[in-house]
């Protein structure tokens, strides 16, 4: 296949900001590489199509890029397109983009499947809704929209008002071919209307005798094309009040953070010190109501304990709850954040304010201890939660797990440490890890990030009461329309409840995006369930997939 070098291409990047010689990249890919663009967030190389296996296991292997934090599809006039997102779990701020164009008649390219697990679901997801096809992939099939479904929603040719009316069989079990498992297996369908699944989930499962062979996910129930409603929406006003829903169940602040971060680095957008320090108080709040919630539902699939330590832990997300309510207006909903700051300042009289949040504040450790004894020193917890649901180190980086998740395999990684936003870098506060890698490490985690994240509330209260009245800035000066420059690319993260939450920014030179993707770190997450669950029991894997804490909402966007 004969392809051009994209006009907006640049090749005279040496060393950046972050030590990394795109120059020697260059080299160690040599051949496969056809092109080269500029990024905001990193360089990215432009690769052969046939040649993507080698060029990701090129910057993987020799150059320490072990993280493939996301792929994004997209279409343009005369090419489809897919780039590969790759980080090092040790130092994210090296980035790197692998860029693989394909023809429009024949849009098909290597899979990256073979060196990045979590190119999967991925490559599966821009084959559904692009329309790329992966030579190789081990599974090219829809992931979000039924088997059945005509055409490819984000081709720019699709029509939408064809009708999608699929003629049904009577009579027909369309679980068939599922039951035909052989003579030593049997296949057990878990959800899709499961109460432990976290929404609506459904586990294919196969066990072999009592333990579980295999499990596949089935996604795409709650598929509400947030993606595509954020890309008709304005950059200035009309993208905020969706991100709340990604993760519509604690999380509101750090969604909206993610969407601010990507697009005041696209408009170089500078934020006042003071509004960043009420959004890093704001998300850590998030991030206890999150770890609370997570907590009690996880107790609740173990050993059905709904009187006391989920009742305990909703009390206690009440609490932090009712402080956002205060700075807010909302519960869930916030929509708090603008671009350059936040919508309004504390809430009057702040005395109250402060005193409010710091009596919270004080009544978490003698909390902590109870959940301690309720949960992580429970008899009965131990043994449906040590060395069940195991993920090794290597296999968690492979998929692209992150948060709590990958903490809890011992993964030292974390983006507000890593890659400081807000005022993070700041304060004095630790990245927590576990060791085990299994179901009791990950609710750990958890449970001590919660002590963490009071610690950064406090010291933010702190600054805050101190804090000048006179220099008491929420918003920087913004443009009542943005609009980024045309052919401008930019991928950007924050360190959710969940994970790595980030989203992929392509402008147009209007006050829409061309392109809006979001990095959903419950989507990369998910993927490692069979790997938890292998030679495991049903209890076991329930278990494991409640250490999870996936929302729907966020997996299927």
Not at 200 to 225: F, M, P, W
């Amino acid at each position: 296949m004969s392809l051009e070098v994209p006009s907006d291409a640049s090749t005279d990047v040496g060393v950046t900001e972050s030590g990394l010689d795109y120059d020697v990249l260059e080299a160690l890919l040599g051949d496969a590489v056809i092109g080269r663009e500029t990024h905001r967030n990193a360089e990215a190389f432009v690769v052969r199509p046939e040649r993507v296996v080698d060029a990701l296991s090129a910057l993987k292997q020799d150059a320490g890029f072990d993280h493939c934090s996301c792929v994004t599809a997209q279409q343009y006039e005369d090419r489809y397109e897919s780039i590969y997102h790759l980080k090092k779990y040790d130092d994210p701020t090296q980035e790197v983009g692998v860029v693989v164009p394909t023809s429009v008649n024949n849009p098909t390219s290597q899979s990256g499947e073979a060196v990045f697990r979590t190119a999967d679901w991925h490559e599966r997801e821009a084959y559904d809704l692009v329309g790329i096809e992966y030579d190789e992939h081990p599974d090219l099939r829809r992931i979000l929209l039924p088997e059945t479904w005509q055409g490819h929603p984000l081709d720019l040719n699709y029509d939408q008002e064809q009708p999608q009316v699929v003629t049904l069989r009577e009579h027909v079990n369309p679980l068939q071919e599922d039951h035909a498992t052989g003579a030593d297996t049997m296949f057990v369908n878990i959800g899709p209307h499961h109460p432990a699944t976290h929404g609506v989930l459904h586990l294919k499962t196969t066990l072999n005798g009592e333990q579980v062979a295999d499990v596949e996910s089935d996604i795409g129930y709650l598929h509400r094309c947030e993606e595509q409603m954020c890309q008709q929406g304005t950059y200035r006003h009309q993208i905020m009040p969706y991100p709340d829903r990604w993760d519509y169940i604690s999380a509101g602040i750090l969604n909206e953070w993610a969407y601010a971060r990507v697009a005041e680095d696209l408009a170089d957008i500078e934020v006042p010190s003071y509004a960043q320090v009420i959004r890093t108080m704001s998300a850590e709040l998030c991030r206890i109501a999150s770890h609370m919630l997570a907590v009690g539902t996880f107790a609740l699939d173990i050993y059905g304990d709904f009187t006391v330590i989920f009742q305990y832990a909703v009390r206690d997300r009440e609490i932090a709850q009712n402080i956002l309510e205060d700075l807010t207006g909302q519960r869930l909903m916030f929509n708090y954040l603008r671009l350059g700051g936040v919508a309004w300042d504390l809430p009057e009289p702040r005395d109250e304010f402060f005193e409010k949040t710091r009596d919270f504040l004080d009544g978490l450790p003698s909390k902590l201890e109870e959940y301690h004894d309720l949960i992580t020193g429970n008899e009965i917890f131990q043994l449906r939660c040590l060395d069940t649901g195991v993920l090794e180190p290597e296999v968690a980086k492979d998929y692209g797990c992150t948060g709590p998740v990958a903490r809890g395999s011992g993964i030292d990684y974390d983006l507000r440490r890593d890659d400081p936003y807000g005022y993070y870098d700041q304060l004095d506060w630790d990245v927590i890890t576990e060791d085990g890698g299994d179901n009791y490490a990950r609710v750990l985690v958890r449970l001590r990030e919660v002590e963490e994240s009071a610690k950064i509330i406090e010291q933010c209260i702190d600054l805050l009461e101190d804090w000048p009245e006179d220099n008491r800035e929420i918003q920087s000066n913004v443009p009542r329309t943005l609009k980024p420059d045309a052919d401008q690319e930019i991928y950007r993260a924050v360190e959710a409840a969940k994970g790595e939450l980030g989203i992929y920014i392509r402008a147009d030179g209007t006050d829409t995006p061309a392109r809006f993707k979001i990095r959903s770190p419950c989507f990369s997450n998910l993927q490692a369930l069979p790997e938890m669950s292998e030679g495991e029991y049903i209890p076991d894997l329930v278990a494991a997939l409640g250490s999870l804490d996936i929302v729907l909402g966020e997996v299927d966007r």
